[in-house]
């Protein structure tokens, strides 16, 4: 509490009787625990196999960098923004008196998994600071740097947090070689489900609805290929080999005009398929967050 101005007198070990090793004071309040980890820590043995990461939040601490770069409607001012695991933001320290009642426009989503695959927005998009996510409209996407989608008959993991998906055939992430059979890699919705889609040997099934994990998963070489909505298994089918290309490679848009238009609030990425208790399991630490 604050303590009028004039001389004090303190007292230090009136009516004790033992030993005191340290006593310090501080003129403010002192944090001594600052909770760096992220929202998906425990997975943390799954870092090295992202190939893509974006969040509005600090997913694991392994990453240091900024989240977002967000420009303000006012005056077109930028700046980077990071975030803890619960989308609080941590720099900058003026973030409340910056961003004041203004439209937030995410001009990059930075990419958490290291590989520094960061999205640049066209058109758009926004970020949603009240509800800690990113606000894609009819024709907003992020086109990505190359290297995120894994290529060939490899191996794959993709888990996009949405909430509403606004259209029939929103698309959330795309690459490859549209209308070429098998070189594409696309997860979207499909009406009422989603589809994985390599353009041909799609797999199209779950049920479509706001606030869901969607997944697919591969296991390459033709084995056992999978979808998940909020972490249970909608579907597992043997298919054929891939031929995956790179290019196009996007979040919020898959081929044409397949636009997200809605809100997500995290993409990721791997270069392995993930288990079915894996898959569950950081679905439904997505959701708690």
């Known amino acids: 509490p604050t303590i009028a101005s004039g001389a004090k007198m303190i007292k230090i070990g009136e009516d004790y009787n033992g030993l005191?090793?340290?006593?310090?004071?501080?003129?403010?309040?002192?944090?001594?625990?600052?909770?760096?980890?992220?929202?998906l820590e425990s997975y943390s043995s799954f870092?090295?196999?992202?190939?893509?990461?974006?969040?509005?939040?600090?997913?694991?601490?392994?990453?240091?960098?900024?989240?977002?770069?967000?420009?303000?409607s006012s005056d077109n001012a930028e700046l980077d923004v990071k975030?803890?695991?619960?989308?609080?933001?941590?720099?900058?320290?003026?973030?409340?008196?910056?961003?004041?009642?203004d439209t937030l426009y995410v001009m990059k989503w930075y990419d958490q998994s290291g590989n520094n695959k960061f999205g640049t927005a066209v058109s758009n998009p926004t970020y949603d600071k009240t509800n800690k996510?990113?606000?894609?409209?009819?024709?907003?996407y992020f086109n990505l740097q190359t290297g995120v989608a894994p290529t060939g008959d490899s191996a794959y993991s993709i888990i996009a947090y949405h909430n509403t998906l606004g259209n029939d055939a929103s698309g959330i992430f795309g690459s490859g070689n549209f209308s070429t059979n098998k070189q594409t890699l696309a997860l979207r919705r499909n009406t009422s489900g989603y589809s994985n889609y390599w353009w041909g040997d799609d797999l199209q099934t779950g049920t479509y609805g706001a606030n869901t994990v969607v997944s697919a998963t591969y296991r390459a070489s033709g084995t056992t290929r999978s979808l998940y909505t909020n972490g249970v298994a909608s579907s597992t089918t043997?298919?054929?080999?891939?031929?995956?290309?790179?290019?196009?490679?996007?979040?919020?848009?898959?081929?044409?005009?397949?636009?997200?238009?809605?809100?997500?609030?995290?993409?990721?990425?791997?270069?392995?398929?993930?288990?079915?208790?894996?898959?569950?399991?950081?679905?439904?630490?997505?959701?708690?967050?």
């Open 20 to 39: 005191i090793k340290n006593l310090k004071f501080w003129n403010y309040a002192k944090r001594f625990f600052v909770d760096i980890s992220g929202v």
């Open 47 to 72: 870092y090295t196999n992202l190939t893509g990461a974006y969040s509005v939040r600090l997913l694991f601490s392994n990453y240091t960098g900024d989240h977002v770069r967000i420009k303000r």
């Open 133 to 140: 996510r990113v606000v894609f409209d009819t024709d907003d």
């Open 238 to 289: 043997t298919t054929t080999t891939r031929n995956g290309t790179t290019g196009n490679e996007r979040i919020g848009l898959t081929h044409t005009n397949e636009y997200l238009n809605g809100e997500l609030y995290e993409l990721l990425v791997f270069d392995t398929g993930l288990s079915a208790s894996t898959i569950s399991g950081i679905s439904s630490t997505l959701k708690t967050y």
């Open 83 to 101: 975030f803890d695991k619960n989308g609080v933001v941590v720099t900058p320290t003026d973030w409340t008196s910056w961003s004041g009642s």
